[in-house]
């Protein structure tokens, strides 16, 4: 093989050499870089030691525009990932009449939810939150796993493939768009490759910031996003492809982070046997070939407060009828539903501490 390549180059002019390095020397490092490319499904995710963490967070609201009756506090429990994570939140409310403190212990997607009274006249509600528990990394290797990975549910596989108000991907713009672009499934085509084809399409041709609103037909078009906008391209390309994906909302957790620069969504997306892949395609903007450690590949940095969008919230009287319902995009913070004269004017300043025990 050397001496082949080595002829070949002697053979050809410097502008054909240097298109031969253009062509085949970037294809051949990314082959190096994630050999899931073009590799089929025969891999398995491997799992790092577990990573004890304990995070609190002090968050202060005062109301300017007027005292406060009632107050409505949602805050997501972080779902319960076997192998990446098992994290649980406590929440503790202060000024509060009865001085609730309520631990959340649900699997899957559900709210820690609490309808609080207070005294007449109040004008601050200070809360605190903490999560603990334990993170993981993964990354994904060659070879069969040695434990068999459960299969999807039914639900689970409705779930994951289902549409939602901004993961629009059955709309007549996103299925153009896949055509137009060359995103559909090849023939004999795996779910890794493909999955790996739309994270590179993704990490060449969308940048950071700006873009439009968080609604998948509109996101497709560019020219960029945030880290909720660029996950959910990918995870809504992977559901029209029948590939069962979610978005993954959360915090970054790691020590010194200011709190306004934790917020981050990451993807990942199901294969059989081989169970949830982790995909960064943000973090793999504009970093060409050095793209590829962020697919398959997560660190025990990353709490996941909730998965996928339009969090069903409900507002309740005193009674508990509930009186109104919202849906919520995304879910990274807590959430107020506030009764009595403020209802719009609510200012809000809170602190992220992290630590490794």
């Given amino acids: 093989m050397a001496n082949i390549i080595k002829c070949t180059v002697r053979s050809i002019s410097t502008h054909r050499l240097r298109e031969f390095y253009r062509l085949i020397v970037p294809a051949f490092s990314l082959f190096i870089l994630c050999p899931v490319w073009a590799q089929g499904q025969n891999w398995h995710l491997e799992y790092g030691p577990k990573q004890p963490v304990v995070i609190y967070s002090l968050v202060r609201n005062s ?18 990932m076997p192998g990446r994570q098992d994290v649980k939140a406590y929440m503790h409310v202060d000024n ?18 609490e309808h609080l009274w207070f ?11 903490a999560y603990k528990g ?35 991907f059955k709309s007549t713009v996103v299925k153009n768009f896949m055509e137009r672009n060359g995103l559909l499934r090849r023939n004999s085509e795996s779910d890794i ?6 994270f590179r399409f993704i990490t060449q041709r969308y940048h950071y910031g700006g873009g439009p609103k968080h609604i998948l037909s509109k996101l497709v078009e560019g020219p960029g996003s945030d880290c909720g906008g660029i996950s959910e391209i990918f995870t809504g390309m992977c559901r029209f492809s029948g590939i069962p994906a979610r978005l993954l909302v959360g915090r970054i957790v790691l020590p010194n982070t200011p709190c306004n620069s934790s917020y981050h969504c990451q993807s990942e997306f199901y294969v059989p046997r081989i169970g949830w892949i982790p995909v960064d395609a943000t973090y793999g903007l504009q970093q060409g070939n050095g793209a590829a450690r962020f697919f398959g590949n997560r660190k025990p940095n990353f709490l996941v407060c909730e998965y996928d969008v339009n969090v ?12 109104a319902t919202n849906k919520l995009g995304i879910l990274q913070l807590p959430t107020l539903w506030v009764g009595g004269a403020s209802n719009i004017h609510v200012q809000s300043t809170s602190t992220w501490q992290v630590i490794f025990p």
Avoid at 64 to 77: F, I, N, R
Avoid at 193 to 198: E, G, K, S, T, V
């Fill in 193 to 198: 490759d493909l999955a790996w084809r739309f």
């Fill in 119 to 129: 005294q007449p006249g109040l004008s601050e509600v200070n809360y605190e939150i």
């Fill in 312 to 323: 069903p919230l409900e507002q309740k009287d005193e009674t508990g009828k509930v009186t």
């Fill in 96 to 113: 509060c009449t009865d001085n609730i403190s309520i631990e959340g212990n649900k699997p899957g997607r559900s709210l820690l939810y």
């Fill in 134 to 168: 334990t993170l993981q990394s993964c990354r994904i290797v060659p070879g069969s796993a040695s434990i068999p990975v459960p299969a999807l549910t039914h639900a689970e596989e409705h779930e994951f493939l289902r549409q939602n108000g901004e993961l629009n």
């Fill in 63 to 80: 109301f300017s525009g007027g005292p406060v009756t009632d107050l409505q506090l949602m805050l997501a429990d972080p779902p319960v």
